[in-house]
């Protein structure tokens, strides 16, 4: 599990640039899920050797001048909440002021790692005396940077990695890692009570990494389940989960974490864009994912049925075409048993090995069924598939243009594969390498 690392501090002190400073490059470049990508404020870095989710809170200010004190307090409480690691940014050169000190205080009472980085000492000779007044706030990790101007940027990260040694990493249980992800009132925490009902024991539960996140583990049918976050989803704060962030943040962590997500949807409101967003997060994350029609008791089923119902949700969610669909109420328990043992099939799916000559086969025919297209007159022949890899299934196909080789084409194949292997609820990826 990766730890999390938030940026923190008033508006203005320069997050946000520090923030596309470090992801530079790296920002990854992600197909049309929708959402998902633009304005996001979260990424995945590395650094040395160490790999980490980086968190940027700019994003979360209101665009009023007006700025209200509470309103700063409460957004870094939300984001330090959290993170393992807080970088607790301020502006070198308007010097401490009253919103500095009140995060300063937030981030004491919360008792995280933090390191301070002065920012805007855009020249370190002539301006390092700027950086002695911030002593004062009381943290003893300390560094002077330029976010802008990419000034000892290399020595923060240096700092941020140090203090991974001092977060404990927590063991992985055995068992399949559920993360039960769904935009507020979908009936997330119903279904997790649902799941941890009397018919299952309740094995332990486990700390997590942060003192925040407590995972249950349970048994059905002898087989162990985590319910990842499970103290996270029932522990109700309807301003927090108002936030989208926030609910955002939350998924991601768990879903990071999971081996297998339930997306839930509330039936009578229908695929919204928020439950497109988070969907499209555990799309992003390639993890295998069962959609949930929660709610299922409340839709009059006289003229609605489950396969009308599954298309317009397919529709709305055309990057999870390989998802299945269940129809549950968490409420009065209707098909939650279902899930669970869809779960195993599903991460059966999602870890199946398909031998390479099976595969080939496979290939051959659909290539005479529908040839590889020429591209500008060009012949493209793909002369051998093996399968590389598993959780997600990976796929690698050799041919003499790995270049001319039509996305669609893939597509087709991809279609064919799974149409001959199945792999439902999994992603599945290609690359294409030159060979003859
Ligand atoms: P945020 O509100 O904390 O996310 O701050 P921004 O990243 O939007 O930056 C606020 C302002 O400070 C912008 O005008 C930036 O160009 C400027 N700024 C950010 N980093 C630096 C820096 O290292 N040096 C200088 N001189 N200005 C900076
Ligand atoms: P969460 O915010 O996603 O954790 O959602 P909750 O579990 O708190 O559920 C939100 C509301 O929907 C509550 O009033 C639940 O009682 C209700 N609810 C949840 N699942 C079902 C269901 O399957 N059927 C019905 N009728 N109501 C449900």
New binding site residues.
Partial sequence: MKPVVA?V????????????KLIGERAAIVKDVPGVTRDRLYRDIEWSGHEFLLV????L?PNTKDYIMSKVRYQAEVAIEEADVVVF?V?G?AGVTALDEEVAYVLRKKNKHVILAV????NLEKHSELVYEFYGLGFENFIA?????K?NLGDLLDLVIEKFKDIELIEEEEGLRIAVIGRPNVGKSSLVNKLMGEERTIVSNIAGTTRDAIDTKFEYDGNSYVLIDTAGIRRKSKVEESLEYYSVLRAIKSIKRANICFVLIDSKEGVTDQDKRIAGLAFEEKKPIIIVINKWDLVKKDNYTMKDYEKEVKDQLPFLSYAPVIFISALTGQRVLKLIEKSEQIFAEYTKKITTGVLNQVLKEAMMLNPVPTRKGRVVKINYATQIRTAPPKFVLFANNPDLLHFSYLRYLENKIREAFGFEGSPIEFTVRRKG
């Fill in positions: 940026i501090g008033r508006p203005n002190v320069g997050k946000s640039t520090l923030f596309n940027d809170t700019g994003g200010e940014i502006d050169q920012n805007k000492i855009d940077i330029s976010g802008e101007h000034q």
